[in-house]
């Protein structure tokens, strides 16, 4: 995430991959598809290698050219709107941005995270703006290392504090964990608005529910699948070719070798584009408004198939996860025990016998289901989410 703070606002982009990295890509598989030529006159392998270069680097160039023209088809970005006294946010260009007063986000929220390195640890703190309604925004991502040579500074939470006062120039809120407990750690005290009123029903005077259903969308292939898909394919394809050229020198240990690369590159090929291309081509979602709930639906050339219902009970709890667009939903006892699990296990003093009961009470209570929204813009998917917030309270 690229934060960039303005005289009068912050800017938040999402952290995208650079389009003349994926153009470099492109032309460096291209260059690849075509170095077969060079085994051309070689007695072995001959006109099979420029047919397996082509084969295998052709469609990554492809796919890299494919991701560089859709560069600017999906950014996530946040503007802090100082003058306006918004936060606008959205992903697409052919859509309004969503804009939200000032007066309807009641904290920020850091979530952690650590990773082990082997020079020390890795740390990671992202601010979310939380909405009176439950929704996360991701607005700034803290990165520090804790090395091992401890003649090396290390205050983890410095530039957290450093961030976060810059966000508070125009927005002062309470700080709290991703429990919803007071965020303590600071190094030095920030003072929340003591005006704030976190009761106030918010302002949704731009969601309008009986224009908004039903929702529909047709789901795209991310380039990342054909990517990978076709780095399975290039393993069957060098598995083909070590076993051509082995049955050529009669080479028996070779082949058997090709062979058993071969049936892993093209079975892996074969399941994974079944499952995550071929399942989901042509495919169209749509989410309906039932008179107890909502349903999703997927629409083919086989029909419309109902694949998940959600019904509006007290017990119900729904989250939005942004940027991803995953929509979360879970009973109020799965969300219970999954927030008592996780405060057992930070807790020290916490007894083994009393985690375990914590964990047997999550694996009991009911589990969670998870919408995929990805393909949706981020503007439609957080009014559909407002929507079924401000029914459920």
């Known amino acids: 995430m690229e934060t960039t703070f303005l005289q009068n606002s912050i800017l938040i982009q999402g952290a995208n991959v650079h389009p003349y990295v994926l153009l470099s890509g492109s032309i460096v598989l291209g260059i690849l598809s075509l170095l077969g030529i060079l085994f051309w006159k070689h007695s072995t392998i001959g006109k099979k290698g420029i047919l397996f270069s082509l084969l295998t680097f052709t469609p990554l160039s492809l796919v890299c050219v494919k991701s560089y023209q859709e560069t600017n088809s999906f950014s996530y970005h946040v503007q802090v709107d100082g003058e306006s006294k918004q936060v606008r946010f959205g992903d697409t260009q052919g859509i309004n941005d969503l804009g939200i007063p000032f007066s309807d986000w009641v904290s920020y929220q850091i979530h952690s995270d650590a990773e082990s390195k082997k020079d020390g640890w890795k740390y990671t703190d992202t601010i979310y703006l939380k909405h009176k309604l439950g929704l996360l925004i991701p607005v700034s991502t803290i990165t520090v290392r804790k090395y091992t040579d401890k003649s090396k500074e290390f205050s983890r939470y410095l530039d957290l504090n450093r961030e976060l006062k810059k966000f508070y120039r125009f927005m002062p809120l309470p700080i709290e964990d991703e429990l919803g407990d007071p965020f303590p750690k600071l190094p030095i005290p920030l003072t929340p608005n003591s005006l704030l009123n976190s009761h106030d029903l918010p302002n949704l005077s731009f969601v309008r529910p009986d224009s908004l259903f039903p929702i529909q969308w047709d789901h795209s292939i991310s380039n990342a699948n054909w990517f990978f898909s076709f780095c399975l394919l290039a393993v069957g394809h060098m598995g083909l070719l070590v076993t051509l050229v082995s049955l050529k020198q009669e080479e028996n240990q070779n082949m058997k070798t090709g062979i058993v690369i071969l049936l892993v590159g093209y079975l892996s090929f074969g399941v994974h584009f079944y499952y995550w291309i071929g399942k989901k081509m042509g495919v169209t ?109």
Do not use: C
């Open 285 to 393: 979602y749509q989410i309906e408004r039932l008179s107890d709930g909502y349903a999703l639906y997927g629409i083919s050339k086989k029909g419309k198939e109902k694949l998940q219902e959600l019904k509006q009970t007290e017990d119900l709890m729904v989250r939005l996860e942004l940027p991803s667009k995953y929509f979360w939903v879970q009973s109020r006892k799965n969300y219970e025990s999954t927030r008592k699990l996780a405060k057992s296990l930070l807790d020290p003093n916490s007894e083994l016998t009393t985690t375990l009961n914590h964990t047997k009470e999550l694996f009991t209570s009911s589990q969670m289901e998870r919408w995929d929204l990805s393909d949706l813009p981020m503007e439609v998917a957080v009014r559909f989410f407002l929507v079924l917030r401000q029914t459920l309270d």
